[in-house]
């Protein structure tokens, strides 16, 4: 069995209890950064374990060996850095593979930064689309926001630190009177919900050089 593991955003509280069973019963865990893994092992008081690293590097190359160790009956443990695994993280294609391969697949479910961020936007949450991150160009950028803004839904996406202003900045240009919400550090200390129309939130993070992972949601 391939198991899916959800892992903790920031708050090492949020690791489930199901996840620390499946990682310590797990035959091998393949993590996209060992390093880290490790360290949450030992947070975990988890002993030493096989693991493997996986990363978009590495994924197609390690595919077939993680397949072949799951026709052999092993329990597999699928980790990434942080959340869940496949969402802009490594195991799309593992997931694939496995699944074409008729290998059963398990969700071991908990954090992920996009619904963290959209139940607490503010912004409806029946409806959403995620975008994964933002493109860098100026100009993919515009044609992204443009196209998003001509759907109804709730859109969410990421965006790095290094370029939240000039996004927002776009956004406050294009749709000055839409509410948006960016979701910085959720679940970590310095935690912050920043909501109102883009023109306001572009008013309050200006010059104010944000940091820390962020997530974007768009009414
Ligand atoms: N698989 C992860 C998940 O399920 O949340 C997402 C991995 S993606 C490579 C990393 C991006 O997720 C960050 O750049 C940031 O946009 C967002 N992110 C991750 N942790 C976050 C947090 N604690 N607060 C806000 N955004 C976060």
């Known amino acids: 069995m ?4 959800s892992t903790p955003i920031g708050n090492l509280g949020d690791i489930s209890q199901r996840a620390i069973d499946s990682l310590r019963a797990a035959d091998l865990i393949v993590a996209e950064d060992t390093r880290r893994t490790i360290n949450l092992l030992k947070h975990l008081g988890i002993g030493k374990k096989r693991m493997t690293s ?6 197609r190359r390690k ?5 072949a160790e799951l026709k ?3 329990n597999i443990a699928l980790v990434s850095d942080s959340g869940t695994p496949g969402i802009n993280d490594p195991g799309e294609y593992l997931v ?5 391969a008729g290998i059963a697949v398990s969700p071991v479910p908990g954090p992920s930064a996009i619904i963290s961020a959209l139940v607490c936007s503010g912004l409806l949450t029946g409806k959403f689309t995620f975008y994964g991150f933002a493109p860098k160009k ?3 950028k515009r044609r992204f926001l443009e196209e998003m803004n001509g759907r109804k839904e709730t859109k969410i996406f990421y965006e790095s630190p290094y370029r939240i202003e000039k996004t927002i900045k776009l956004i406050a240009e294009l749709i000055p009177e839409s509410r948006i919400c960016i979701a910085r550090e959720l679940t970590k200390m310095h935690e912050e919900f920043i909501r109102g129309t883009a023109k306001e939130v572009f ?8 940091k820390g992972e962020m997530v974007i949601v768009l009414e």
């Open 72 to 74: 052999e009956g092993k």
């Open 203 to 210: 008013a309050r993070i200006k010059d104010k050089n944000l």
């Open 2 to 5: 391939l198991y899916i593991i």
């Open 54 to 59: 996986f990363d978009r590097h590495s994924e």
């Open 138 to 140: 100026e100009g993919e």
């Open 96 to 100: 694939k593979e496995a699944v074409a």
């Open 63 to 67: 595919t077939p060996y993680i397949l």
